[in-house]
């Protein structure tokens, strides 16, 4: 096992967190920590950092060093963006925070700052091109990702906090302040011909597009409370723009969803975002909560295990990891995916579902049995629950659902785990009937593997003469698995409304 | 780390529990499997096992090996009840089952079948006082438990399975039937003295015990499907048996809760439980879904660990038992606990609370945080998840639900875990207060140790001039720790109507 910690000093915030890596590579986030150091306060101008920011952030940085050795933390990553990158004193400090925490910071270069965070988000959100954004407190990245690899990047040197010192947008602002900032952003904006009406997805992270997606789901009463892979069209964006830029800084302390101390930044944050969408004409912004601290994780780890920091397939990759961290059964876990993926393509025809459901499948197969970390009596409910919660990447919110509702179901359907709203909100009737298939398919095979032994090696599905058969092909007669695969029958009648015939060739 | 298998080869079905045990100490119910194996049948009059009915437990056995090499568990512990035990021809299958299988199953006496239930059942359920009834298919184990140990017991050789079989009670019973049947149950009950009027709880293991308490959830829409602990009264009980033994086999199939299974066999068994009630004139029936196989885990884990197998404080236990399984913090666990107390103990004229509320704190501060496991972020929700559904004993399901709700509270109020519908179904207006009172107290706490550095060694909470206090005796400034708690100065105002005061004297 090993710890490694993460810091990242920005211009607004030191923000600290630990990954534990157990024996068998499974890897989670035990600990964050956020301590709000203003660091970058009273340097528009001289550019100097100040002596009572200076203070501010070597006492973050010490209450971090005490909470890295608490938590037995292996390997300290620290870095710093902006704030002291564009300081002259910027080196003068580092050596400070090292001699007085024993904290080795290193400023990264825009460039630099650019890629962790692509490597935080290629590795979480599921998208082959996009337009990644990384709007801080003293500087933006912007990153065109194309076939999962950048294309272009480039650090500008503006985000909210400048943005709202230069243009004095921390109240109420006139429509003249804020055709200056537009005006201003835009100039710069225009300077990246590669931005021009690229059309493709943004993707927003940083603490200005955690608090649209914030605001965004209070608006619209989201039902759960995850902000990763959130998404909002151009739209939503536009109509929040407005209602913001409107306000003075006591209305937006009334807005739900908006942290009160991001009032006063929140007008200059939102503004760069809306003329981004304005230069790219981008039809959507997807929100990421992993940036450039999960980057720096993951390009320490990738390059430890010795693999390309851009991870093939982060859906797989997550649910291998999660199956890993909960000492699930894998042997059982593969054994019963290798069953249902059989059963799908066998009975194509019948269950009419498409290669995503496939790989949907696949996902909850691997995880239908993660429940029995909480209490092996009603796992398949905390198999639903972990699965509705866990940091599995590459799913959209409504396939995470989806796939709750499937695993939950994985003994037989049950009307119990329905009661739960939550997943109504999410689902529609055709998204019920294909919950209904996958979960039949998966209590199949559950049933087929009921001594997890193995027994059955292959299967042959199909359709003959109207009948859907299921041949077994066995390394030994598997009499408790052919069983107990019989009792879903009537199920299987209901729902493909074929006769089901299981043999043993 | 280690593996041990627990076989519990009964008259009607065999099973197999699979406990690991991790390096830490906590252990965790990885696998069950159930088999029915009808060992007893056809046995009446004769008390031979028949080839058929020793096939099928042979058969079983060999699943369970197989399972236990595939899980590649340690040490195998496996005993055979009743069936085995009355047969004239035991102690040949045991020698038959051990040359085909490897499995050396031992053949338990009454008294110890009686022992091993009684410690599953001890270290699960908060009782001092209770009698235990163990009800299989082919004996009655009852212990009369006084100061947690075991003061009379006695093994009974009939059960749910022969008396079915010797009154026939299968399908619908006549008056006369059910006369003859209870004369037959009071009079072999009759001979215990130490049974008549104790008027104590009982305490019911085995498929009978459950089946009841699940028949009597779904007539109540009982909103929770958990059976352990699960306490129903007298009344309740007579109102069940009434409407059983009026039924055909065929109705019984319909009665919501009653596993077809043993829709032949429930006259028998709830009415060996009716007579109990009516010779102990005893309140109401605690269900356990611990039982011989838990206690045979526990006996060998804790002379393992060489400790009595009474545990002490079963509810300390397997709160500790969870924190350890989740990889939690123990030391912030620990100490907010502490600060927790301090807290409840200096201000009790504030919050009126009384001791078991002072337990009940402690635990919820040990388990704040265990929802970490999950996923760091909304953790408290996790938390609370965890603690409505882990194996922790020692607390009624109204309580459970009430540190599940306190924990979800534990970085403030939230109406947001309020929305599963599920807590308000067990905590009436008073318990609401308690879980305000009880989560502001842990969030004062969790703020104080907000670096987990345990900063503030020592507090004195206190009441003066109509104010509440709150000294912090730290080894060291505390100035996130003091500022972090004082944000719940609002909120401790309302809940407590006094203003709190922070101070480092």
Known sequence: MQRIAIIDLGSNSARLIVMHIYENGAYNLIYHQKEGVRLSEGTTGENTLRPEAISRAISALKTFSHMCSLLKVDKVLA???????????????????????GIPLRIVSGEEEAKLGFIGVINS???NDALLFDLGGGSTELTLIRNRRIEQSVSLPFGAVNLTEKFSTQDKVSENQLTELKIFINQKLDAYPWLKDIGLPIIGIGGTARNIAKMDQRRKNYPFPKLHNYRLGVYSL????????????????KIPGLSSERADLIVAGTTIVKCLFDATRSPNLIISGCGIREGLFLEQYRNQEQQDVVIDDILTHSAHNILLFYNGNSLHAEHVALLTTAMFDGWQELHKMGPRDRTLLQIVSLLHDIGITINYYDHPRHSAYLIENARLF?????????????????HGQSAKYVRNKIYSEFLDEADWQKARK?????????????????????LDAGLKDGKAYLGLLPNTIPVIEKQAAEKHSRWFKKEFGQELKIEIP
């Open 238 to 253: 536009e109509d929040l723009w407005k209602s913001i830029v409107r306000t003075s800084v006591n209305q937006r302390g």
């Open 79 to 101: 870095v710093a963006t902006a704030a002291v990158r564009n300081a002259t004193n910027g080196q003068e400090f580092v050596k400070l925070a090292l001699e007085q925490t």
């Open 438 to 458: 996958m979960a039949l398919l998966l209590a199949l095979a559950e049933s087929l593997d009921t001594t997890q032994a193995g027994l059955i090696e292959r």
């Open 125 to 127: 959100v599921d998208i």
């Open 394 to 410: 590459g799913l959209t919110h409504r396939e995470q659902m989806l796939l709750a509702v499937v695993a939950g179901w994985h």
